[in-house]
């Protein structure tokens, strides 16, 4: 059997090492046309998985400090749920507003949460906290009684807020140079700190 000719022109000797390399990379796709596992493509979407709650990845976003990520997130799970504005996503998307500075659409959301269900402790700590950085201490320290109450002293966050509140309230030499950090309530026993982004 005679030896191949090799190749005569230099593009020819081009076109066939790029086909053998498109060849390689092909091996990397199963039968449907779908990225195999080894193969050096991302992943594809899988339509018959669930899709992540955006409840919890507005959370998670909270808990990193990427606030105006976290109100896409509570915005897309208002979304999720035909576009109702539970009390969930009210406190999500109040405390994402806080942490951005947007005290008043902060105080708005969450007073909107408390209109819909007036015996959450967690809207009512959070309220307090949208209270004390506008500077209403005595609203404040009254909403954190309300929240500490409604909350049978349970969270370990309500209690300190509370606290906290009343020491500024006594203290009539406070500054913002030592104001204390607040925590925002999540639901459950969960809390954040407000990182300030004003």
């Known amino acids: 059997m005679p030896l191949p000719r090799p190749l005569a022109h230099p593009r020819c000797a081009a076109a066939t090492l790029a086909a053998l390399l498109l060849m390689g990379c092909q091996?990397?796709?199963?039968?449907?046309?779908?990225?195999?596992?080894?193969?050096?493509?991302?992943?594809?979407?899988?339509?018959?998985e669930q899709a992540v709650d955006g409840l919890v990845v507005g959370h998670r976003l909270m808990d990193a400090g990427e606030y105006e990520l976290a109100l896409q997130a509570f915005a897309r799970a208002a979304g999720q749920q035909g576009g109702q504005l539970n009390l969930e996503v009210l406190l999500g998307m109040g405390?994402?507003?806080?942490?951005?500075?947007?005290?008043?659409?902060?105080?708005?959301?969450?007073r909107q949460a408390i209109a819909k269900d007036g015996q959450q402790p967690t809207a009512w700590n959070n309220l307090g906290v949208v209270l004390n950085e506008q500077g209403k201490y005595a609203e404040a320290a009254e909403t954190f009684k309300r929240a500490y109450a409604l909350d049978n002293g349970a969270s370990d966050a309500i209690r300190d807020n509370l606290r906290k509140a009343m020491e500024k309230l006594d203290d009539p030499g406070y500054t913002e140079d030592n104001a204390p950090e607040y925590s925002l309530v999540r639901g459950g026993r969960d809390s954040y700190l407000i990182r300030r982004a004003m």
């Open 95 to 110: 405390s994402a507003n806080l942490g951005l500075g947007r005290l008043g659409q902060a105080e708005a959301l969450l």
């Open 27 to 48: 091996a990397g796709i199963g039968a449907t046309g779908t990225p195999g596992a080894q193969g050096p493509f991302a992943p594809g979407i899988n339509p018959n």
